[in-house]
């Protein structure tokens, strides 16, 4: 903890604590020191918009460029995860990497064979070696269903290995989405050996490690809200929010990291850092957990998939696992394959879910800050304010209860729209992972009902536990994706609702200055006009920015109840076209549940 004083480089108020702050950046590593220095001369000017203006040359190297998608690291990825691990994947780096030493160091690093614990514990090493199993268990089984005869798997359906197997490439292309996603300097440090990088930091960039609960990970949030800044050239505790004596007294009482304080250098006792703001606004949204029904989802799905094979052989009086030999082998692969490869399939898509819910609560919390009386001071510092723990008519009673920012001072307009440009780009390769990974399970529920449709209307020999199993499959993936979608649909629906509210603001300024004197009230006038300006360009970046050139996307489109709509129009229509196939085709089963051709 760092003790803050009254002096220019740490100008809190006497008495209040910040956070030391971690960095685990590859590019930069920010403090509150060069922060501090960078605030001179731009406070509250459109310098602090444009901070590569403002610093020297070699400065600006050092700053975070926006996330670009990397093809050459998918399909490398891509490559990596879906060759058999321990032989041919590491085989396949010595020849991709651009040396013998950066290629072990990425063997290493992405788990492709684990064997030191200098890059991992003991007990991630022990775990990449069960999965190595796995993963050769169903190429395997994949191999003898494919290419074996009918006598070596006998009773077991091919289709049920190719389904599982299918689950595993969804997954396997889930990791190259991430690694297409990752930053040109982490990628780097992939091919150098610890401490430059390590399972730690790893963790940090995973989705379901340091995204399902940032706050973890130390420093997560700060660095990705460093990068956000980056990114669209923006020093945001360069901008402050005029707020009320009394509630700026309160937060700059409030203690945080330390690179995102209430009170700077340059700001006066009325302000606040919009910094601290959105700081704020993304810890609070970003520590709600994981809902306990999705983690029950997680596990009870992947449980009723592995089920529905062994639990229909059993009615119809087969062997649960097979007849022996290959086609127990092929069996239990089904089997295991249900349950290992279903997990990070289901958790990958409702994090996503999650992950469009904070977002939404973010981007909610800071509209509420423009519309009177604004956001409730403890939904913004996360702890009960004086008005809500003081007896009725004490002083603390009388201490604002919620944060407003009252959008007729031209200041205020700026530093909310920097804000918000900061918020939609927080960690922006997460956020498009996100999206893309809804797409991918999307891609995977129309390929099952296309599976669906060819077995029937080209009447394949199959047995009916397929059948169930790709009903259930269909059934739980468009559930997660749609619910995913849905978050999606109420993010992207924020830039029309926010737009009106600016719309508004507007419309009330305009009235506003036609009832004052431009000779008495020539400053209010001025302030007036100003911020009317402001919010004009402000209605037209929204509608720009997050409706046509970045919106939030499904399937490559803006996600919406259109995208909505259209998804399930398909998922529907594929079902009713497979009904009816069944229906025409009068498919019947054997007494052990085989197709009768």
């Not at 197997?165 to 150098?192: C, H, M, S, T, W």
């Not at 696992?321 to 997990?343: D, H, Q």
Request: proline share 5%; charged share 15%.
């Amino acid at each position: 903890m760092t003790q803050a004083s009254n002096d220019q480089n740490s100008p809190a108020p006497v008495g209040v604590q910040h956070e030391a702050h971690s960095s685990s950046l590859t590019r930069r590593r920010p403090s509150r020191h060069e922060d501090e220095a960078r605030l001179t001369g731009i406070h509250n000017t459109h310098a602090a918009a444009s901070i590569r203006r403002t610093i020297r040359t070699e400065a600006v190297e050092e700053l975070h460029e926006p996330t670009a998608f990397s093809w050459l690291q998918f399909w490398k990825t891509l490559l990596y995860e879906t060759l058999p691990p321990v032989i041919f994947s590491p085989l396949a780096a010595l020849v991709l990497e651009p040396s013998r030493e950066q290629a072990l160091h990425v063997v290493e690093h992405r788990m492709l064979l684990a064997t030191s614990t200098k890059y991992r514990p003991m007990g991630s090493v022990i775990q990449a070696w069960v999965s190595y199993v796995f993963v050769y268990l169903i190429h395997v089984a994949l191999f003898v269903a494919l290419f074996g005869d009918s006598e070596s798997v006998l009773g077991v359906d091919p289709f049920q290995i190719g389904l599982v197997y299918a689950l595993v490439f969804v997954r396997n292309l889930i990791i190259a989405v991430k690694y297409g996603y990752f930053r040109p300097e982490d990628i780097a440090q992939l091919g150098k050996p610890p401490p430059e990088w390590d399972e730690e930091r790893t963790n940090r960039r995973l989705i379901f490690a340091g995204w399902r609960s940032p706050g973890n990970f130390p420093g997560l949030i700060e660095d990705e809200l460093t990068c956000a800044m980056d990114e669209n050239d923006i020093a945001l505790q360069g901008m402050s929010f005029r707020m009320g004596e009394a509630t700026s007294s309160r937060l700059r009482q409030h203690p945080t990291n330390e690179l995102f304080t209430a009170a700077t250098s340059c700001n006066t006792e009325e302000e606040v850092s919009s910094g601290f703001v959105a700081h704020q606004l993304i810890t609070r949204a970003y520590s709600v957990p994981f809902p306990t029904h999705y983690g029950v989802l997680v596990l009870l799905v992947p449980l009723m998939l592995a089920a529905i094979p062994v639990v229909t052989r059993w009615q119809y009086g087969l062997s649960l696992f097979g007849g022996g030999g290959y086609s127990t082998l092929v069996a239990v692969a089904v089997f295991l394959g249900s349950i290992l490869a279903t997990v990070p399939v289901l958790v990958f898509g409702l994090i996503s879910a999650h992950d469009f819910n904070r977002r939404a609560k973010v981007l909610s919390a800071l509209g509420k800050l423009v519309q009177y009386p604004g956001l409730a001071m403890a939904q913004l510092l996360g702890t009960p304010g004086p008005v809500d723990q003081a007896p009725e008519g004490s002083v603390a009673s009388h201490q604002p209860s919620h944060v407003f920012v009252d959008l007729k001072h031209a200041d205020n307009v700026f530093a909310w729209m920097n804000c918000r440009k900061t918020l939609r780009s927080f960690g922006e390769a997460y956020y498009h992972r996100t999206q893309v990974y809804t797409s991918i399970l999307l891609g995977y529920a129309f390929l099952c009902m296309l599976v669906l449709n060819a077995i029937v209307w080209g009447q394949m020999e199959h047995h009916v536990s397929t059948i169930y199993l790709i009903a259930m499959l269909v059934l739980s993936i468009a559930t997660i994706s749609m619910v995913s979608i849905t978050k999606a649909t109420r993010l992207q629906a924020l830039s029309r609702k926010h737009r009106d509210v600016i719309k508004r603001e507007v419309f009330l300024h305009e009235k506003h200055l036609l009832e004052l004197d431009a000779t008495t009230q020539k400053d209010e006038v001025d302030e007036l006009q100003h911020a009317k300006a402001l919010l004009q360009q402000v209605d037209e970046m929204i509608h720009f920015q997050e409706e046509i050139y970045k919106p939030t996307t499904v399937l490559g489109q803006a996600a919406s109840q259109n995208v909505v709509n259209s998804t399930m129009g398909v998922l529907l229509a594929g079902l009713f076209f497979a009904v009816e196939g069944f229906s025409s085709a009068l498919i019947e089963y054997d007494t052990l549940g085989w197709f009768l051709p």
